[in-house]
């Protein structure tokens, strides 16, 4: 089974562009979250996905948002991006309550550096 | 989500077994202990978990105090590539899948 797929792998963008970064989960799994980690602030969670609904969200400004498509596929968008934005973008997948453990896969991440 | 406390380094001998801390003394009673690891430049990836009873899978051993105020996560016989950080998460199954990550611990394990 694939695992998580996270594109791109790097990206290099200029403060105030905006940029998309995409999310394909583990088959059959409908529960998207989105993890940032910088040195400073460590992991932090940005936003969690459902079948195509918002259900948890993290303490980050309205420039980051996010949506998942019908396919369980999500996007995460950041608009006006900012020096502060570069980091390692975490997107995670789970079957939620459909699995006992619950557990969360992780891709491999991508790593935007704002320049 | 009850708060985390894990030192911020440890460090192993190769084919040494490496217990790793955690402190949850606000952990609630419906609460599970999580174990993710994060080896460079990778995503988190899950060890284990429990509630109250100890647990055992094919990578580590999970020991819950009787009060459920700390824990320990056992690598039987480290290695290498055991290199990595360790993270130690208190979560409620209510539905939500987040995950509250700490600083965790640094581990080295050397030759």
């Known amino acids: 089974k694939a695992g998580v797929t996270q594109t791109p792998r790097y990206l290099i963008k200029t403060r105030g562009q905006q940029v998309t970064l995409s999310c394909s989960p583990i088959s059959g799994h409908r529960s998207v979250s989105w993890y940032q980690q910088t040195p400073g602030q460590g992991l932090q969670f940005l936003f969690e996905?459902?079948?195509?609904?918002?259900?948890n969200k993290g303490n980050f400004p309205g420039r980051f948002s996010g949506r998942q498509f019908s396919n369980s596929r999500s996007e995460m968008n950041v608009s006006t991006l900012e020096l502060g934005d570069s980091a390692l973008y975490l997107c995670a997948s789970s079957l939620g309550l459909q699995d006992p453990k619950n557990i969360q896969y992780f891709g491999a991440g991508t790593r935007l550096s704002v320049l | 989500d009850a708060k985390t406390t894990q030192p911020p380094s440890m460090d192993c001998a190769e084919g040494r077994a490496a217990n790793l801390p955690c402190n949850h003394s606000?952990?609630?009673?419906?609460?599970?202990v999580y174990w993710y690891r994060q080896i460079h430049s990778q995503g988190p990836q899950y060890i284990i978990h429990g509630l109250k009873n100890n647990e055992t899978n094919e990578m580590a051993s999970l020991i819950i105090t009787e009060d459920r105020k700390s824990s320990t996560l056992i690598l039987p016989h480290a290695t290498l590539r055991d290199t990595a950080v360790y993270y130690c998460?208190?979560?409620?199954?209510?539905?939500?899948?987040?995950?509250?990550f700490g600083k965790g611990t640094m581990l080295l394990v050397s030759p």
């Open positions: 606000t952990i609630s009673g419906n609460e599970y």
């Open positions: 996905y459902f079948s195509e609904t918002q259900r």
């Open positions: 998460i208190v979560r409620a199954n209510t539905g939500y899948s987040t995950l509250t």
